[in-house]
């Protein structure tokens, strides 16, 4: 069996991984696709070095077929066609017992703290498959576990139809997040640095403008009180700044990006227009649900979004066209070997 694995130093190798049977409670999946994500960018920039074990085959976006089951699987048939929401809780930290497993206190990430997508065979916990539509082609399917982020971060809004909705960062995410809102019957605006991504977000119908623009765009839209929603997707400490300037009284920030140092906010808006400011990580089972349906009925546009699908043994390859901004989403066809999977 072939894999993909971050080895260290900043290098990812095409390895040869071990196929391992499953044992109770467990399935075998024969991955088809997966998808890579700014996390596996970190990963295999070494920038996760005090998480991860090497040789790490990671990837956590992937479609693919059962190819076996464990002992105590009833609901799983060999064939079954499936994704996987990659999170493992203890269901006994406070969190769980809230009824926040998603983001349990001792959260294990499948294909972060444990191997991932990216080999030909991945063996995972039954409990984490996510059941597919027959007719549902597996490239599309990869992008299930993204656009669940996305769902997840618009339902923690509570947008309402009608709503001015603000997504900072017109990335693979950004974009989700845009789609998903405008479904709901929002009124979307993305802010992107980058002009040959506000050119690929304005091709998808969204008004797609520059940092400098967005006030001005903002205050046209709703004359001049401000928007419903802001998601932060970015990352960047001058979106954040911006952000809080962008609502209306009682607004909503959503901070979905990932800062890996404390950020300056705008506390003395916050305390004028009683803004909210909410965290959105990760997703909930009726997230992965949600967002199947939304790709099964066309809603979410795969074609636009998938910039390239590439061998397993180009992932390395596929990480650089990544981190170079260039690429929205690019799959890894990880079965390429083995004929069509579509």
């Known amino acids: ?20 049977d499953p044992g109770p409670g467990e399935a075998r999946i024969r991955v088809a ?65 809230a009824g926040n497993q998603h983001i349990c206190q001792n959260l294990t990430f499948v294909g972060i703290d444990s191997p991932g997508a990216l080999q030909e065979c991945w063996t995972v916990p039954a409990s984490t498959l996510v059941r597919l539509p027959d007719d549902m082609d597996l490239r599309d399917a990869a992008l299930v576990e993204p656009t669940a982020v996305a769902v997840h971060d618009v339902r923690r809004s509570e947008l309402q139809v009608g709503d001015a909705v603000v997504v900072l960062g017109g990335g693979p995410i950004g974009v989700l997040i845009a789609t998903v809102a405008r479904h709901a019957g ?20 969204f008004e797609a403008v ?33 952000a809080t300037a962008l609502l209306k009284v009682r607004g909503t920030l959503v ?47 795969v074609d636009a979004l998938v910039t390239s699908v590439v061998p397993l043994e180009q992932t390395g390859r596929a990480i650089d066209e990544l981190a170079s901004g260039q690429a929205l989403k690019i799959l890894v066809d990880v079965a390429s070997e083995q004929g069509s999977h579509a």
């Open 186 to 205: 929002a009124r979307v605006v993305v802010v992107e640095l980058d002009a040959a991504r506000r050119d690929r977000v304005a091709a998808l119908g």
């Open 210 to 242: 520059a940092p400098n623009d967005i006030e001005s765009t903002v205050a046209d839209l709703t004359g001049g009180n401000g928007a419903d929603v802001v998601f932060e997707v970015s990352g960047a400490a001058a979106a954040v700044r911006q």
């Open 33 to 97: 696709y997966s998808g890579l994500c700014g996390t596996d960018l970190h990963i295999a920039h070494g920038n996760m070095g005090a998480r991860v074990t090497t040789p790490l085959v990671f990837g956590h976006e992937a479609s693919g077929t059962i190819d076996a089951v464990g002992d105590g699987v009833g609901d799983w048939q060999v064939g079954d066609r499936v994704t996987v929401m990659p999170l493992l809780w203890d269901n006994t930290c406070a969190a769980c017992l």
């Open 1 to 20: 069996m072939r894999g993909a694995a971050y080895v260290g130093d900043g290098r990812i190798e095409t390895i040869t991984t071990e196929q391992v």
């Open 255 to 301: 901070v979905v990006a990932i800062h890996s140092t404390p950020r300056e906010v705008d506390l003395q808006r916050v305390f004028w227009r009683e803004l909210r400011i909410l965290g959105a990580r990760v997703y909930q089972r009726a997230d992965f649900e949600r967002a199947v349906e939304l790709i099964a009925t066309g809603v979410i546009p």
